[in-house]
């Protein structure tokens, strides 16, 4: 991407699916601050953490860690994720996430709870797409999310749609579901080669 795009002051969104080629993001999109909705799925972006986090009025954000789920030759990607990154919390008026990832990858796995501790901050969030690498990283966001645990009829009513996916390597299963293109607006994958916890059921 050219420097130049921080002359777009007035984008609301940006799509950038599918840039295989696509390995950073300029400084100079921290002037989008007019953006809304940021689409990174499929790219190989490296080191945009700083530059995601300074788009505070980001409504929208769908973003990957690894490749395509399922593909065994995957090349690993850095999205805007990080263990030292507080990214995800920064952007208080997301309502939409999704972060694609391979819960095989043993570097997301590392990360993931960390991942999923901040997306639990975000008070407007109504639709996440998530890979939880445990029973027990999903039982602690459906405890600490603001809106899944909202006094309201039944928890998670305030998500208008939810993908989870919760996979342990215990189970020994190849994961072969990419979550974020399932069709119910709350669908929940469990493969984590243990008895159905009270969270799920």
């Known amino acids: 991407l050219p420097p130049s795009i921080s002359n777009l002051t007035s984008l609301k ?7 295989y080629e696509l ?19 499929h790219s190989r972006v490296h080191g945009c953490h700083d530059v995601v986090e300074r788009l505070i009025h980001l409504r929208c954000l769908r973003a990957e860690y690894t490749s395509v789920i399922g593909n065994q030759n995957c090349v690993k990607t850095n999205g805007p994720v990080a263990t030292s990154s507080n990214t995800i919390e920064q952007l208080v008026k997301l309502e939409e996430l999704t972060i694609d990832a391979d819960p ?7 990360i993931a709870l960390e991942v999923a501790e901040q997306v639990a901050m975000l008070q407007k969030l109504s639709i996440l797409s998530f890979y939880f690498p445990s029973t027990e990283s999903l039982e602690m966001f459906t405890r600490k999310s603001i809106p899944w645990k909202t006094d309201i009829s039944q928890p998670g009513d305030n998500f208008t749609s939810f993908n ?4 342990s390597e215990e189970t020994h299963k190849s994961p072969t579901v990419d ?7 709350r ?4 493969s984590d080669g243990k008895d159905i916890p009270d969270v799920i059921k």
């Open 164 to 167: 989870f996916y919760v996979y």
């Open 187 to 190: 669908y929940l994958l469990y």
């Open 179 to 185: 979550v974020s293109k399932c069709s119910g607006e």
């Open 23 to 41: 390995v950073d993001l300029p400084g100079e999109m921290e002037h989008l601050q007019n953006l809304e909705l940021l689409a990174l799925r």
């Open 13 to 19: 969104g940006l799509y950038l699916n599918d840039c």
């Open 104 to 110: 095989r990858d043993i570097e997301w796995n590392k």
